[in-house]
């Protein structure tokens, strides 16, 4: 078996089971159908709760959820004992010492205000990681909503190219007979083509925009995914389900960015008390024992009468308290720093609760104007700009228009479309604004 044989056969194994995997284009599939499955297909409800549970980004956000209720469970220790061994030895002699001794802090006054900041801490985090998640929906319907309105444009691009070719091939008939001129069939084939160049391109973004869809979900490039839901289902349903437009204040106040503006407020004041209480005297408690063996050279009488070195053991017990004396450093410099983080902390909060006012009121004037436009549309003017485009298009099989009449109605055609879906666009955009402006997390 030849080296080049065995490298042909590996690359082709690679290559085909490449593309196995992956979400393969198919020359006989359109956009509308690779990319949207009305039965199995993933809706915009199921899109948000799978990117909540499984995007990166979100997951490493809830470990800092966890890291702060560590800290807060160290907060809550109380400092350790130290216990110290001491041995003395008379060089060149008999005498000994032994000490055992054990030294206890009694942390006065600064376990509170360590938990107190520690437990700040925990609130401020899963605030943060809450609005993380509110963020996080939202970028998932916008992009949930750019696969939804590029499947939208391919299908009307799909049925212009498809009238066009019939057109065409019409055009063709009629030239070989000589009913009509080489220039309606030419004029006709660079329709075709261009119409046909939008359509690629088209769907060059809508498959981009389901690559940016899979990796908010968590998704890897090469896996499947398909949409359930339609551009116009998703706006008519929620064109029925107009947010409230009273209390903007008050669910202003409990979007997670705000109340987390609001925790680092009390966490600051939490610093501030917990540098005073360090700058406060602390109290140590200790205790030694001490076993001393000492003696002199001379020589004494024995109870039994003879002589013995003149020696005595000892056993001492002591005890006593260390303070510390806050003369010179009692936190005045922590202290300070947490005040002006306190001061910090109150005009984020000014700033977090005017950003979410206006967004609110930005978001809802542009729900309010956009579904209004939506309206229009949906009173009929896409059906009888249907109607217009085939009655042209009879007209001229009939050899009552010309290709011109034809040509100009069907690019009014494709512009009301165009127009129609960027109106449901601005609508399906304008909601997603205003779910994310007033907080709703899912």
Known sequence: MSLRWMSGVLILTVVCGGKSSAQV???????????????HGLSLQEAVARAIAQEPSLRAARSEIDVARAMRQQAGLRPNPSASFERREEPAGTDNQTMVSVEWPLDLFRRGGRMAVA?????ATELAVTDRQRLLAADVRMRYGEVLVGVRESEILDEVVNTTRRQLALVRSRVEEGASPPIERDLLDVE???LESDRLLQA?????????????????????????????????????????????????????DVREADARIAVADAKIDRARREGRLDLSVYGSYARMDAGFAQLGFAPDGGTERVRGLFHYLAGGVKVTMPLFNRNQGEAAAAGAERAGA???????????ATEVAVARVLDERAHDAVGLYSGGAQTLARQN??????????????????????????????????????????????TRALGDVP
């Open 119 to 123: 437990d700040g801490e925990v609130v």
């Open 204 to 256: 060059g973004r809508t498959e981009a925009a389901v690559f940016e869809l899979k990796r908010l979900l968590g998704m890897a490039p090469d896996s499947m995914l398909t949409v359930r839901d339609t551009l116009e289902g998703v706006v008519q349903r929620e064109t029925l389900e107009r947010p409230v437009t009273s209390s903007d204040t008050a669910q202003v106040q409990q979007r997670p």
């Open 25 to 39: 284009a198919d020359p006989t599939q359109t956009i509308a159908t690779r990319y949207r499955d009305p039965v």
């Open 192 to 194: 075709l083509r261009r």
């Open 389 to 434: 485009l085939t009655v042209v298009a009879q007209t001229y099989e009939l050899g009552r228009a010309t290709v011109f009449d034809v040509l100009a109605e069907q690019r009014r055609y494709l512009d009301v479309q165009r127009a129609y879906i960027e109106a449901l666009r601005a609508a399906y955009e304008a909601r997603t604004a205003l």
């Open 346 to 356: 109150v005009a984020a909060l000014d700033a977090a609760l005017l950003t979410a």
